[in-house]
């Protein structure tokens, strides 16, 4: 079940929406922990023993970590062994088969026996619930937050359902006051329903609809330079788009709620470095790697060289975080750190500052030839893909994405774009003109027009999952 799908629009919201305006305040938390808990067991009931198990086992670890106050070298101890449990979970499922099958190709020579591997199947928003579980932890030994002593509140924290499958990344200490009081009323619902209905919206009517052709894409054996391009920039508005919509939802859920998520995009696509464009994308990841990774491993603390190196590993690790199917996602987050290298080089030397046109250009091209590399099933497939955007197939646009090129997908394509370029015109026309913009009330409207399109798609075709469940 995911939220662009008839079973989460016309069942299990509308009942859990019903049940939890009809309870009590006080009741709330119980609510939506086990409405989280069925949404988890609907996806999978192993699933949701693991989740219920990490639940516990950070609960009582945070408990553990206060308790020792007097032990510092105890408590510290303690931190480790848990931030090993929780990162050697999620390496299981994330690395296990990786590892396998590397290990079965160098073991394999003409004449063996094949070795079978059985694969293990990720739990969905893994991932996310340990990035969860570990900065609470710390923030806990860092005094950062107090302990949290009732489970209730803690599990529904870690488990709320409209987060926790794919971020934003919530950290306790945001949502702390109001997993103790926040408002439910009508003002926050409605502000909540029509961020979730423009999440839906850039979900189906923008990346599903280029998913089809972004599969085709990356999978022809010689792609032309149109062919590979098409499929670069299409993947790079359908990865946007799906992610930014999900966690559009995230926070639309979470406002109906009572609950006040931080963004987590920012129009990542009108960045005008890497740097900045870190700043904008994937905000919640960006700001736990920085507060949790980079500042552990020492930071711009202990001069120039391990400042790169702390940088280089930080976004290496990023990289490697996002998936265990391809070592092509070590390779990504590796190129991106050493890009940021780069970059924190660049404009602390006495070289001219780049221009701010170049430095859009410039960082586009950088992201979106990265998303390549991101999307490719393996590294061949990546290198091929690569030929083709440097010309050393053909140039021409190929019969098989011939075939599939759709005029939906053109008006899916113009309709992303639009939406990343609108606000910043929206922001200089009031700048100079002052007032609201001139179609406001269009905009106000639009969400539900929108959404009754989407919900008719989604009926006329099966569900299509987030990107970000893989990870």
Request: some cysteine; charged content about 15%; glycine content about 8%.
């Amino acid at each position: 079940m995911v939220f662009a799908s008839l079973e989460f629009l016309t069942l299990f919201l509308p009942a859990f929406l019903l049940i939890y305006a009809l309870g009590k305040p006080q009741w709330r938390n119980v609510i939506l922990l086990l409405g989280s808990w069925l949404f988890y067991g609907w996806l999978n009931p192993m699933f949701l023993a693991l989740h219920v198990a990490l639940t516990i086992v950070a609960w009582v670890g945070g408990l553990l970590i206060d308790r020792s106050h007097e032990d510092a070298k105890g408590r510290v101890r303690l931190l480790i062994a848990l931030i090993v449990f929780n990162t050697a979970v999620l390496c299981w499922y994330k690395y296990a088969n990786i590892l396998a099958a590397s290990w079965i190709e160098l073991m394999t020579y003409p004449g063996a026996m094949p070795l079978e591997w059985q694969r293990v199947a990720l739990p969905a928003g893994l991932s996310f619930i340990v990035l969860q579980a570990i900065s609470y932890l710390v923030d806990v030994h860092r005094h950062t937050v107090p302990v949290e002593r009732s489970f209730i509140k803690y599990a529904t924290y870690i488990s709320m359902f409209g987060h926790s499958i794919a971020g934003p990344i919530i950290r306790y200490n945001w949502v702390r006051r109001e997993l103790t009081k926040r408002y439910f009323d009508w003002q926050n619902f409605s502000l909540g329903a029509r961020r979730f209905m423009i999440g839906l919206c850039m979900k189906v009517l923008v990346a599903d609809t280029l998913s089809p052709l972004v599969d085709v894409a990356f999978h022809l054996d010689n792609p032309s330079f149109v062919d590979a391009w098409i499929g670069c920039l299409a993947y790079s508005l359908q990865l946007f788009f799906d992610f930014a919509g999900y966690s559009a939802m995230a926070i639309g859920l979470g406002l109906m709620l009572g609950f006040h998520f931080p963004e987590n995009f920012n129009q990542p696509y009108l960045a005008s470095s890497i740097q900045d464009f870190w700043r904008r994308w994937h905000m919640s990841l960006s700001s736990w790697l920085r507060d949790y990774l980079y500042i552990a491993l020492g930071g711009n603390r202990s001069g120039a060289w391990k400042t790169y190196r702390n940088l280089f590993l930080t976004m290496a690790i990023a990289g490697l975080w996002h998936g265990g199917d391809s070592w092509n996602y070590l390779l990504w987050g590796a190129a991106h750190g050493i890009a940021l290298c780069v970059d924190r080089l660049w404009s602390r030397s006495s070289l001219p500052g780049i221009p701010p046109v170049l430095g859009h250009t410039l960082t586009l091209v950088f992201v979106f030839m990265a998303w390549t590399l991101f999307r490719a099933p393996d590294f061949d497939s990546a290198l091929n893909m690569y030929a083709g955007q440097f010309g050393l197939h053909a140039f021409a646009l190929g019969d098989a994405l011939a075939v599939t090129l759709r005029s939906a997908h053109g008006l899916a394509a113009v309709l992303g774009v639009a939406c990343i370029i609108a606000p910043l015109f929206k922001a200089r026309y009031e700048q100079r003109f002052g007032g609201r913009f001139w179609f406001a009330p269009i905009a106000a409207l639009w969400p539900v027009a929108g959404f009754l399109l989407s919900f008719a798609l989604i009926a006329s075709r099966e569900a299509v999952p987030f990107l970000y469940f893989q990870f």
